[in-house]
């Protein structure tokens, strides 16, 4: 079997506020690992098994026969109170609860998916029988849009039906298949909805929660690997009642919110003008391995009020502050969102979600986080030495050694070898240059910035952007303007700029000699025999040769305009050391081919967003 989006990490909360005191019933249960032992959880129907640690809705076999035209029904067996009507005894309620889970979806190699897998709220352990295919184990032909169903559903489709918008989406279904809200690109990073009032209206009081799903003509695996749930009860308090009503007599409705995130990183997309949001407040304290909170009173002390005095860099993000925590006494830089809206947000996100669990000692340390007043925080280990950038072109007291440049050269390689073959999953960073290299008091290179990092799921090789291009200029591989997708041979590209760059003390962008860009004149001097004449001037002779002509080759063979002729991360190390040669480099530089012959990129993940950063930069 092959991946189809590999693991998908949902969470659905069902907020509600009312104006009543309350007092809170919990409910909870984790199943981080799920095992026969399972069984008297859950109450299985049509076609749905436990079996290879996870919730198979669909027959989990590799006999494609029989896993075509199936339905299931994965419930757990105990009914939750999700409401009570408000009467002169009771102001009423509707409870809170908050989902987490995990799915594996699996199709056969080169066969169309389909159906898809839903997480529903049923008012009973049945299952309506025909309902293969289109129908995702929720409905059939007849039933089908029935207000006696009761039931909502949150779709992950990955058929197209007449209906449908297309067929990787999400969907929220009411008591029906046909979706009142999609959201297209099933492997888009994040989304949320929300409806008022809609819970009392549709579900019954009491009704049970668990997934359903479907396979037809075309079919895949249906999994949950993991699922937790935490349910609130609020029940009103009668002997405050008529007081709260009297001085409050406003009524904050309930709010239904789906939040979606794939493995490293959170997007949103809907815009809220609430200066706290409470759902990403929620979404950043339950990230997996999230470094501390920090409180904003002292982030804004340590950075005297985010003075611009202290301001370290600035770019399409946000802009970085030098501060120190007094009560630690240690320094941090503290990188601010500039974009108030919801776009600022997902940037936000989209980067504490990548970065919160790597650990390398040539990548940027998160120390912790802040969201308050709607202002967005990060907090990261202080890099006394700045950029990278500032000492290739600030002024001479700032100029590197021959040792410390192949010092950073090989310290970014090392980081990038561990974010494309190492971590967990992999991690693309898109924005590989200069400004983005840390260097740390050793003026060991530290890669950071992750705004436009994102994660590949398994078994994916490339991650595509539509609407536009994500990086910098110069820095950016040719088929990315043409295709959209961002690849590790992508960043391969940005990594032979930033050789470049530290080789020559050139932007990659400088027109030189009657060239256009700097690696063009790098090429037409090793064409020549000549290459060592695009070292920097300001080292003079004081570097090593043979040492210098290998990594100007590497340089040239990183940005070499033929994705599949770039050498891959994982040789990179060797490749500087000298233990494996330089692949083979035409005296002339190819030109650029489309379409491309490209054996890895045989899958994308897609966004609905791009952007692209402006070539510049700021030194302390």
């Not at 009704?207 to 079919?219: N, V």
């Not at 009524?251 to 959170?266: D, E, K, Q, R, T």
């Not at 000549?530 to 001037?537: G, K, N, S």
């Not at 190819?590 to 054996?599: E, H, N, Q, R």
């Amino acid at each position: 079997m092959e991946g189809l989006f590999g693991k998908l990490h949902l969470v659905l909360l069902i907020l509600s506020s009312s104006i009543f005191t309350v007092s809170t019933r919990t409910i909870s249960f984790e199943f981080d690992s799920i095992t026969p032992d399972a069984y008297s959880n859950f109450t299985l129907l049509g076609s749905s098994a436990i079996s290879n640690g996870a919730l198979q809705i669909t027959p989990d076999t590799l006999n494609s026969g029989f896993i075509r035209n199936k339905s299931g029904r994965i419930m757990y067996n105990k009914p939750f109170e999700l409401w009570e009507e408000s009467s002169n005894s009771s102001p009423g309620w509707v409870a809170s609860f908050t989902t987490t889970f995990v799915v594996n979806l699996f199709s056969l190699a080169n066969v169309s998916r389909g159906e898809g897998l839903a997480f529903v709220i049923a008012p009973d352990l049945n299952m309506p029988s025909n309902s293969e295919g289109q129908y995702l184990g929720l409905t059939n032909s007849t039933t089908d849009g029935n207000v006696s169903n009761h039931l909502i559903a949150i779709e992950l489709d990955t058929a197209k039906q007449e209906f449908d918008p297309d067929d990787s989406h999400i969907g929220l279904n009411i008591n029906s298949v046909r979706s009142n809200w999609t959201e297209s690109n099933i492997a888009i990073t994040s989304s949320y909805m929300s409806m008022n009032n809609m819970v009392k209206d549709y579900v019954k009081q009491s009704s049970y929660l668990g997934f359903s799903a479907s396979t037809g003509k075309d079919a895949q695996l249906n999994a949950v690997r993991k699922w937790s749930l935490t349910l609130n009860t609020n029940q009103g308090n009668n002997d405050s009642f008529a007081w709260k009503k009297i001085t409050i007599g406003v009524v904050v409705p309930s709010l239904l919110l789906l939040i979606v995130c794939v493995a490293s990183v959170g997007y949103y997309l809907h815009k809220k003008r609430a200066s706290d949001d409470p759902v990403i407040l929620g979404v950043l304290k339950r990230l997996p391995g999230t470094p501390r909170e920090f409180k904003f009173n002292d982030l804004k002390n340590a950075t005297n009020n985010f003075d611009e005095k202290l301001k370290l860099g600035q770019g399409g993000f946000g802009v970085v502050f030098k501060g120190i925590i007094h009560k630690e006494n240690i320094e941090v830089a503290v990188k601010k969102f500039s974009r108030e809206s919801m776009k600022g947000k997902d940037d936000f996100l989209a980067e504490l979600t990548i970065i919160n669990r790597l650990r390398h000692k040539n990548l940027v340390q998160l120390l912790g986080w802040c969201y308050k007043q709607g202002m967005l925080l990060l907090v990261y280990e202080y890099m006394p030495n700045g950029s990278l950038d500032c000492h290739l072109f600030g002024g001479p007291e700032k100029i590197l050694s021959w040792e410390n440049r192949c010092k950073i050269i090989l310290g970014v390689a090392s980081a990038l070898h561990y974010l494309h073959n190492e971590y967990d999953q992999k991690v693309l960073h898109r924005d590989l240059k200069a400004s983005n290299i840390m260097l740390d008091s050793e003026l060991n290179a530290r890669l950071g910035d992750f705004g436009l990092a994102r994660a590949l799921e398994n078994g994916k090789t490339s991650y595509a952007e539509l609407g536009g291009v994500a990086g910098t200029l110069g820095y950016i591989a040719p088929e990315c303007f043409l295709t959209g997708k961002a690849s590790r041979d992508s960043d391969i590209y940005g990594f032979g700029a930033v050789v470049l760059e530290v080789m020559c003390g050139q932007r990659p962008w400088t027109k030189i000699a009657g060239f256009q860009a700097l690696v063009d004149w790098v090429w037409s001097l090793y064409r020549e025999g000549r290459i060592l004449e695009a070292m920097d001037e300001r080292i003079g002779n004081n570097y090593v040769l043979v040492e210098a002509e290998r990594l100007l080759l590497l340089g040239l063979a990183c940005s070499h305009p033929l994705a599949k002729d770039r050498p891959k991360s994982q040789v990179l190390l060797q490749m500087i050391s000298g233990s494996l040669p330089i692949p083979y480099i035409p005296l002339f530089k190819p030109a650029f081919l489309w379409p491309t012959v490209d054996s890895t990129d045989d899958e994308t993940l897609t966004r609905t967003t791009g952007q692209m950063s402006k070539p510049s930069s700021s030194c302390a």
